[in-house]
């Protein structure tokens, strides 16, 4: 019988449900079934809905991928639209695939000692206002985002086509700094980027990543606080061609304005880029300070209905 079923299927029936989330089981008519999830949270009632549905669909067997999507393994063809009605009564739906946003990942800096943010609460903004909101744009390529809570970059935020990374600025205060031999704030820095000079403390604003983890270290209080903030990546990509995406040449305070940035983007590369191609070849085209420029005004925002209908 599954001979039989493989053999009717045509490449239609495959693309079809490709664009639903169904990836086939190479050579076989089964397919494994992406379930949506939010940043791979989902409640207690809706992982036994996916482990009933691996049970009674597929081969009980379930997968995480590397976009956090709970895939379903081996279901056959004609069980495919059954499979989503019974996942769609917790809620649940299938997806992952296609050229548009796919599913929003973030690393776990809201519980990580070195998070500098609420990941969770910002990916699942992210994931309502773009993945879910942008479902039914279609962009030139696939688009990712990454949202990471602290320059250690779990989660590989500047190998997404959007990567958002928690950020702290200290706040040097040099008139307070003593010179010790043996400074606390170097000695806190992962990069070891403070040095003494002539008595001071120096940070280099070059190499600092402003990562936030010699705020407080200072006994004399030359580092009392630190600025919070992100910043964001854009470009990234992984895969056969490697780009490593490039930090924009601001940080910004404020959620709004990442997922302004973010939202920016993606309408800049639905207008300006070709069918198949990639965030990064795009901005290697037109040229990174170009496009960081569009993307630090608010002009692209003022025809996002125009770029949208097209």
């Known amino acids: 019988m599954a001979e039989e079923n493989k053999a009717a299927l045509t490449a239609e029936d495959i693309k079809r449900v490709k664009a639903l989330g169904f990836l086939q089981h190479v050579g076989t008519d089964r397919f494994n079934g992406r379930v949506i999830t939010r940043n791979g949270k989902i409640t207690a009632a809706e992982c036994r809905k996916i482990a009933e549905a691996a049970e009674k669909f597929g081969s009980g067997e379930i997968a995480f991928t590397t976009r956090l999507t709970a895939e379903v393994q081996e279901i056959p063809y004609d069980k495919i639209d059954e499979f989503r009605a019974f996942v769609a009564e917790a809620g649940l739906e299938t997806g992952g695939t296609g050229a548009k946003v796919r599913p929003v990942v973030s690393c776990k800096g809201t519980t990580c000692q070195y998070g500098l943010f609420d990941t969770y609460s910002l990916s699942r903004k992210v994931h309502d206002r773009f993945y879910k909101g942008y479902e039914t744009v279609k962009l030139p390529h696939k ?34 700094c003593r010179g010790c031999k043996k400074c606390f704030i170097e000695a ?38 630190g600025e919070y903030g992100y910043a964001v990546y854009i470009g990234g990509r992984w895969g056969k061609r490697v780009a490593n995406g490039r930090m924009l040449r601001k940080i910004f305070t404020s959620e709004e304005e990442v997922l302004s940035i973010t939202e920016k983007a993606l309408l800049f590369f639905k207008e300006n880029g070709n069918a198949g191609e990639r965030f990064a070849d795009v901005i290697n085209r037109i040229g990174f300070d170009n496009v960081e420029k569009e993307l630090l005004s608010d002009e692209i925002l003022s025809r996002k209905e125009e770029i949208l209908s097209k």
């Open 143 to 176: 688009f990712k985002i990454a949202v990471g809570g602290c320059p250690n970059n779990c989660v590989k935020p500047d190998l997404n086509d959007v990567g958002i990374s928690g950020r702290r600025i200290p706040d040097f205060k040099e008139e307070l």
């Open 188 to 225: 806190a820095c992962p990069v070891h980027v403070p040095k003494v000079v002539d008595g001071k403390a120096v940070i280099d604003e070059e190499l600092c990543n402003k990562c936030g983890r010699c705020v407080g270290k200072c006994p004399f209080g030359a580092v009392p606080d």
